[in-house]
């Protein structure tokens, strides 16, 4: 792994977004709400494909030097009276955060969208960023999708399907969304998606298909119908027939809940396997039903992927405000799909500041002994940090370990376990 041979210096925007270092400061990082000066091994190269945001009204917080604490940059230090905006960077796909962006948010700001906004600074002529590559799989990697092909492939795929509303569904998320998994389908190799779902049984705060609030945009439409299982097969079978690692997933950013489809997705899988037993057959989920879980893994499902904010059912409740459900079903439902033989990977949401913290580990530890999953997906969570520390209610005065101290202790104490970013193609 790289890192910085010296400290990297704060980076800052001007009103007009040009970003600026400036060399007077460090650049510090935030972790649930407080502030630290990152070590020079929590820096990486900012890797390709990332994007740098600048945060409407949140003024930057570095690191000073001389009297080693944090401090705020209030205006432009070069034109002096100018406001200023912070900066974060919003990473690749595979990459896991260790800090948080630091700044200080003005009252009147905006609520920031749904990403991941991840501490970086500058050093020796290129930006650095507080993180760790957590999965080598290239599946999403930017340099890995040639636009050119893939506008080929797609309009071809979406001619020959024309009465395939799944396929034409999936051309608008590969085309107009640039959504990774639609794009892979579409060039026929690695992990599909078959989004199946327009409802759900969760109303999640930082649900990235549906916000009712209408304060933060989705990121992307829900599918408005339910494909048939006819539909699903003619996306599934051929992919799972000819691409490489091939897997298909139910359950995308760009649906609800697919276990309340759960006929449609059986009598799919059913065909699927009678007429292909290659590649992996994946479900994501908020694994709130175990009994529908259960009749899934009996038609052939190979792997489940559970999507979890915090093992902490106080804040699990208070993210997903489920309908019906608990972080009992939850758990009732990987113990399911093990016992079925199956496939299973926690999706844990990264927060640094409270996936860190002592309860959380405590919790998450619960839940790795007792129910064992395979893995942790090791995901970003894609929410303005202060909006969700609200809406969970969390003290940001709990005790934390860091993230890369956490690493190490999940790594210690459970090394069967699998740590990674993505669905594994396990067949
Ligand atoms: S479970 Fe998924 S689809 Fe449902 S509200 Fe949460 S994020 Fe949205």
């Known amino acids: 792994m790289i890192h910085p041979a010296g400290q990297p210096s704060l980076v800052f925007a001007d009103e007009d977004g040009n970003i600026t270092d400036f060399p007077d400061l460090h650049a510090a990082g935030m972790s649930g709400g407080n502030f630290s000066l990152p070590a020079q091994e929590d820096f990486i190269p900012l890797p390709e494909g990332s994007e740098m945001f600048v945060l409407p009204g949140r003024i930057p917080i570095g690191w000073d030097r001389e009297t080693d604490e944090a401090v705020l940059l209030e205006e432009d230090p070069f034109s002096p009276g100018n406001p200023i905006q912070a900066v974060a960077a919003f990473m690749s796909p595979a990459h896991t955060t260790v800090l948080n962006a630091a700044y200080q948010t003005n009252d009147n700001a905006p609520r920031l969208p749904l990403f991941a906004y991840t501490a970086v600074g500058w050093y020796d002529g290129q930006f650095w960023t507080t993180a760790f ?30 009465n395939n509303r799944l396929i034409q569904h999936l051309g608008k998320c590969c085309l107009t969304y640039a959504c990774p998994a639609a794009r892979n389908f579409f060039l026929g190799r690695w992990e599909a998606p078959l989004p199946t779902s327009p409802t759900c049984n969760a109303r999640c705060v930082g649900c990235i298909s549906l916000q009712a609030s209408g ?55 059913r065909e699927i396997r009678k007429n292909t037993d290659r590649g992996t ?94 893995r942790i997906q090791l995901r970003n969570l894609n929410m303005d940090p202060e909006w969700y520390l609200r809406c969970i209610d969390f003290d940001i005065n709990v005790e934390t370990t860091g993230m890369r101290s956490w690493l190490d202790q999940i790594k210690t104490e459970f090394p069967q376990l699998q740590l990674g970013y993505y669905n594994p193609s396990i067949r």
């Open 133 to 162: 590559r957590s999965d080598k799989d290239i599946r999403q990697d930017s340099k890995q999708f040639d636009q050119k092909k893939i506008n080929t492939k797609t309009a071809k795929k979406l001619e020959r399907h024309k």
């Open 215 to 269: 304060k933060c945009s989705a990121t992307q439409d829900r599918i408005q119908f339910v494909p048939t299982a006819a539909e699903l097969c003619e996306v599934a079978i051929p992919h799972l027939q000819n691409a490489d690692q091939a897997i298909v997933s139910f359950g995308q950013g760009c649906e609800g809940e697919p276990l309340l489809q759960t006929d449609t997705i059986e009598r799919a899988i």
């Open 281 to 374: 057959i994946n479900l994501n989920s908020n694994a709130s039903i175990p009994e529908a879980v259960k009749r899934l893994a009996g038609a052939g499902l190979n792997s489940l992927r559970v999507s979890l904010n915090s093992a902490q059912e106080i804040y699990h409740n208070r993210y997903y405000r489920p309908r019906g459900f608990n972080l009992k079903d939850v758990c009732q439902s990987i113990q399911v799909m093990k016992e079925a033989g199956g496939f299973v990977s926690l999706n844990y949401f990264i927060l640094p500041g409270v996936t860190d913290s002592v309860d959380e580990t405590n919790a998450l530890r619960s839940i790795l002994k007792e129910f064992e999953p395979d």
